[in-house]
């Protein structure tokens, strides 16, 4: 028998269609098996599509879980964004909680006609990886990476982010790591640019896992605890971030606009 599945295609980080990222968000009355999960992400085929299903534990309101078009990932910021605007916009209120496999309680919070997100802030260390700065291109002046393979590039300015033309398959190579491409911005305080394809995304559109990873990043260097940022791809979107806390309860707060540009049914 054909499965009935409640569906909304959304543009986080966005206020007008066809900007920000693309996220599917699906309600479902149970998990599936989770080969059939990473099935309906490559059948989307979107950086990441969102499950939803409501959490029995009382520890949250809803238990997610993400998929890009080849596999499950540990966080993913924008789709969490729209599975919260889509869950708000449905079902009232002025927050939502999700519980999550590998980054803890997450919650989505009404802002002034838009959403904030809270990701836990992840740090990162000084380091080097000359083989995978020769394959971005450029001439980053640090490298910072993080043992769950969040990696930042600090280059001069937005131009040289702007420039960049990274080897895509020379990285995939390197592995499932999240190369995150920062400057000083000209029109918000930081732009980025974010490339996976070992996860199947060469360039993601927006990237709430980067801004988390930013956040500590760029306050530190900022000296103050909030800024606008720019993610400079061809769809491009923009968010402010703030950061709440310390150590590990440190929290990146991550806001945006989200437009539904899809509702519907997908059957299975």
Not at 112 to 127: K, N
Not at 195 to 222: K, N
Request: glycine share 12%; hydrophobic share 40%.
């Amino acid at each position: 028998m054909t499965q009935k599945i409640p569906y909304w295609h959304v543009d986080a980080f966005s206020a007008r269609p066809f900007g920000g990222n693309q996220a599917a968000v699906m309600v479902l009355d149970e998990w599936l098996p989770d080969d059939v999960l990473v099935a309906i992400a490559a059948e989307n085929l979107f950086a990441e599509t969102a499950f939803v299903v409501r959490d029995s534990t009382g520890e949250a309101d809803w238990e997610l879980r993400w998929c890009t078009p080849t596999e499950e990932v540990r966080l993913c910021g924008h789709a969490t964004l729209a599975s919260g605007h889509v869950l708000l916009h449905r079902d009232g209120g002025d927050g939502v909680t999700f519980r999550t496999r590998h980054s803890g309680i997450l919650e989505v919070r009404g802002a002034g006609g838009a959403y904030e997100v809270g990701l836990p802030c992840i740090e990162t260390q000084a380091s080097d990886w000359p083989e995978a700065a020769a394959l971005l291109g450029g001439s980053p002046l640090e490298v910072w990476r993080n043992p769950h393979g969040y990696e930042i590039f600090l280059y001069p300015d937005e131009s040289a982010i702007r420039a960049l033309d990274p080897d895509l398959r020379g990285l995939a190579v390197l592995g499932n790591n999240l190369f995150v491409c920062t400057a000083p911005g000209q029109r918000t305080d930081v732009v980025s640019r974010v490339f996976v394809p070992g996860g199947g995304v060469d360039e993601d559109p927006v990237t709430g896992a980067a801004h988390a990873t930013l956040v500590p990043f760029w306050t530190e260097r900022l000296g103050r605890d909030h800024f606008t940022a720019h993610q400079a791809s061809a769809r491009g979107g923009d968010l402010t971030c703030r950061k709440d806390g310390t150590g590990d309860n440190a929290r990146a707060w991550l806001g945006g606009s989200c437009v539904t540009v899809v509702e519907g049914s997908f059957y299975l």
